[in-house]
């Protein structure tokens, strides 16, 4: 089965949400913790999250993905922005462990300067002070596409921050097309040798969701602009080997192209279409 839905914002509550998902005929969404430029941790409605499951479940609408804010960067330079990213995961994963099963995407931060090494190093530091031996929520760590001085872009960097982490059975990948596209995995041609390398590498056991965005930018640009399906470098062909890769299939995917409802719905159709 197709899973797929787009980035929503649930500031009108999770019902809206999934209403909204619905309304475009996905079967999942995806949806930021809290405002992604920073700021403050907002309580779950009690009231409306039992009103989204009752609907969810009436209209089978799989657990959302939740998305980190921008504003953590477990390995930057500065203590406090590193604090803010430890007291951001206690909050989110706290707050997430209502939600049966559900994963949390973060990128794995910015060194600003002071290197791979030492980037890997403090965002593995952040992650063993908030992954437990048994946790409800599976942390994500995204694959980036390399712009500025983002970790994450190699298969190997991510591998290194998952070794890294002292109870890392609940810490998975989330594929970016976009961004794995422009960090100089060929998905376009090669999706098949990439997946190989993703298996070896990381082992795709790892893998437990996909944000399927076509790209401005060429490959190899190490530049992170999405596009909407089919109207970037990746190509509607991709697409439509993605979706259909057997060792993909059942990995939930998440449309984070520049849309809105009507774009999204039609993307959701071109993908079911050609399924
Ligand atoms: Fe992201
Ligand atoms: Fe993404
Ligand atoms: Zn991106």
């Known amino acids: 089965m197709l899973i797929v839905g787009p980035h929503l914002s649930t500031s009108k509550g999770f019902l809206a ?9 996905a079967n999942t969404f995806q949806f930021f913790s809290r405002n992604p430029r920073g700021g403050a941790s907002k309580d779950i409605d009690i009231d409306d999250f039992n009103a989204y499951l009752t609907y969810s479940k009436e ?6 993905l939740c998305h980190a804010p921008y504003t953590l960067n477990p390995c930057s330079n500065k203590e406090e922005t590193r604090e803010f990213a430890v007291q951001c995961f206690e909050e989110d994963l706290e707050k997430l462990s209502i939600f049966n099963g559900i994963c949390y995407n973060f990128h794995p931060g910015s060194h600003v300067g002071q290197g791979e090494e030492i980037g890997i190093t403090k965002t593995i530091e952040v992650l063993n002070k ?31 921050i998952i070794d890294g982490v002292k109870y890392n059975k609940n810490l998975g990948v989330c594929l970016d097309t976009c961004h794995v596209f422009c960090a100089g995995y ?3 041609n090669h999706l098949d040798d990439v997946l190989d390398e993703f ?16 790209t401005f930018n060429d490959f190899n640009t190490h530049k992170d602009h999405h596009q909407k399906l089919g109207e970037g470098f990746i190509g509607k062909e991709a697409f439509i080997n993605i979706i259909n890769n057997p060792r993909l299939k059942n990995i939930p995917m998440y449309l984070e192209t520049p849309n809105e409802d009507a774009g999204w719905k039609e993307e959701i159709a071109f993908l ?4």
């Not at 949400?17 to 005929?25: C, D, F, Q, R, T």
């Not at 209209?59 to 959302?64: L, M």
């Not at 079911?272 to 399924?275: C, L, P, R």
């Open 272 to 275: 079911k279409a050609n399924i």
């Open 186 to 188: 060929d998905i376009k």
């Open 59 to 64: 209209h089978n609408i799989i657990t959302p």
């Open 130 to 160: 908030v992954m437990k031996e048994e946790m409800s929520v599976t942390v994500l760590l995204e694959t980036m596409s390399g712009k500025g001085t983002e970790i994450g872009k190699t298969f190997e960097e991510l591998k290194r």
């Open 199 to 214: 298996d070896k590498v990381i082992g795709l056991d790892k893998l437990k969701a996909i944000h399927l965005n076509d």
């Open 17 to 25: 949400a999934a209403k909204e998902a619905v309304a475009i005929e």
